[in-house]
């Protein structure tokens, strides 16, 4: 079982920065998938970005990539979202989510994800 818990989350103007940090504790796979989603209100749950644990290979939806990047940090157990340039439509409640990485569904889609943190809010002001 997995356990995520999400921080770093809150207010920033217009072209502001933050990083997310997704803790995972009772890890005892060697790898996984981690991904971030985020869901603004009004509006369907997004994948923002994913990194494999062990290699390192990521992935990035189309708003966001230039702008945001995604890390492991595997002596701490951690995954971060570093979030630059943001803007108002990048307010949302931010998700971490894993999953086994031999699945071979679509890094976005939020249906293959089996453990999930309980989220973290990012509102961006003009």
């Known amino acids: 079982q997995v356990q995520l818990l999400e921080s770093g989350g809150g207010s920033v103007q217009s072209g502001g920065s933050l990083r997310l940090s997704c803790g995972l504790t009772?890890?005892?796979?060697?790898?996984?998938?981690i991904a971030w989603f985020r869901q603004a209100p009004g509006k369907e749950r997004e994948g923002v970005a994913a990194?494999?644990?062990?290699?390192?290979?990521?992935y990035f939806g189309g708003s966001v990539r230039g702008r945001f990047t995604i890390s492991h940090d595997t002596a701490k157990s951690t995954t971060y979202l570093e979030m630059n340039n943001l803007e108002p439509e990048d307010s949302a409640m931010y998700y971490c989510?894993?999953?086994?990485?031999?699945?071979?569904?679509?890094?976005?889609?939020?249906?293959?994800?089996?453990?999930w943190g309980q989220g973290t809010q990012v509102t961006v002001s003009p």
């Open positions: 989510a894993a999953r086994a990485p031999t699945k071979t569904d679509w890094w976005g889609s939020e249906r293959t994800y089996d453990y």
């Open positions: 009772d890890y005892t796979y060697g790898r996984l998938l």
């Open positions: 990194v494999f644990t062990n290699t390192g290979t990521t």
